[in-house]
């Protein structure tokens, strides 16, 4: 159905203007999902080196929302941003575990 409209700027010289109030969520396919995720990305990979295979898959997922974006594809960029969100979380999740074992065992030594 759609939003009643709204009206504004209603004055005796202009008449009144009707908009629509948009409700649209941040995983709705007609917003901009941003690519703040590529520095995350870059620094998680870095960061937890012993998982940089995990790193890889964020940044190229990462890399995924900005083609999207150029080629107009909303819900490609939209699962794109999921997609690198969670494989940046799986980074961090696996890497820094690993390297907190890794630095625990050179310390051993």
Do not use: K
């Amino acid at each position: 159905m759609g939003t009643p409209p709204v009206l504004t700027g209603s004055t005796p010289f202009n008449p009144p203007i009707q908009q629509h109030q948009s409700f649209a969520s941040p995983d709705s396919p007609n917003t901009h999902p941003g690519n703040h995720l590529m520095p995350l990305s870059i620094v998680s990979t870095i960061c937890c080196c012993s998982a940089f295979y995990f790193g890889i898959a964020a940044i190229y997922y990462s890399n995924r929302i900005e083609i999207c974006m150029r080629i107009g594809d909303m819900h490609g960029a939209h699962d794109a941003a999921r997609q690198a969100r969670l494989w940046c979380w799986i980074t961090l999740g696996v890497g820094l575990p690993l390297n907190l074992v890794l630095l625990a065992m050179f310390a051993l030594d």
